[in-house]
């Protein structure tokens, strides 16, 4: 299940802003055998939005996080990324969304209990990974998102560290959003990955949680 949300000021400019940055996290959950996260955050993405606005995507957002920060004694790996060349800034969203997109599970080959190893090594449904990816102008409105991941580079996988790159969130200013999506994988509310599934090829670059 995915939602992407252009504000979509890239169509609306003439020339693209020169200065815009990337921000991207990811965040494998072991939910054990409680489905209700996983439902609960794949209705919230999944509800018709009245109006795209800047308030509402932040409320929005800030619904997601809520309750992936109820999760956080169950968080495992992480990825995050956070990029202020603006050439590199949109490479980078393009990338997450394409290559997340098209790891999403969608069909029944996919998603069913018999394991096909075409598609899962295991049809244990033990995990599920968050995804949020955000395109945005690189200005003084974000100063107080600028503080939020200012982080050491050896306290990026600390646990401690995983609220704030979450909470950063909030601090958004989505009037200056230039694209944002997130993604709950796989792509429906009962679905998940198995331990077999996230240690194999194509997920090397997640990092535990400690």
Same mark, same amino acid.
């Given at each position: 299940m995915n939602r992407r949300g252009f504000l979509s000021k890239l169509n609306l400019f003439k020339e693209e802003p020169g200065e815009m940055l990337f921000y991207g996290v990811q965040v494998v959950v072991n939910t054990g055998s409680d489905d209700h996260m996983r439902s609960k955050i794949h209705n919230v993405i999944n509800a018709p939005m009245k109006e795209e606005t800047p308030h509402e995507k932040k409320a929005f957002y800030k619904k997601i996080v809520s309750l992936i920060l109820e999760q956080e004694p169950f968080f495992e790996y992480g990825h995050w990324d956070y990029l202020t060349n603006a050439a590199d800034a949109k490479a980078e969203f393009n990338d997450w969304v394409q290559e997340i997109?098209?790891?999403l599970a969608s069909e029944a080959e996919e998603t069913g209990e018999a394991i096909d190893e075409?598609?899962?090594?295991?049809?244990?449904?033990?995990?599920? *990974?968050?995804? @949020?990816?955000?395109?945005?102008?690189n200005n003084d409105s974000h100063s107080n998102f600028f503080e939020m991941i200012d982080l050491p580079e050896s306290e990026y996988f600390i646990r401690d560290t995983w609220p704030k790159l979450l909470k950063a969130i909030g601090y958004i200013d989505f009037e200056f959003a230039l694209?944002?999506? *997130?993604?709950? @994988?796989?792509?429906?509310?009962k679905d998940g990955f198995s331990f077999e599934d996230l240690h194999s090829e194509g997920w090397e670059y997640l990092k535990p949680i400690s």
């Open positions: 997109e098209g790891s075409q598609f899962r090594m295991s049809s244990d449904k033990q995990y599920v *990974v968050l995804s @949020m990816a955000f395109l945005l102008e694209a944002d999506a *997130v993604f709950i @994988m796989p792509g429906n509310e």
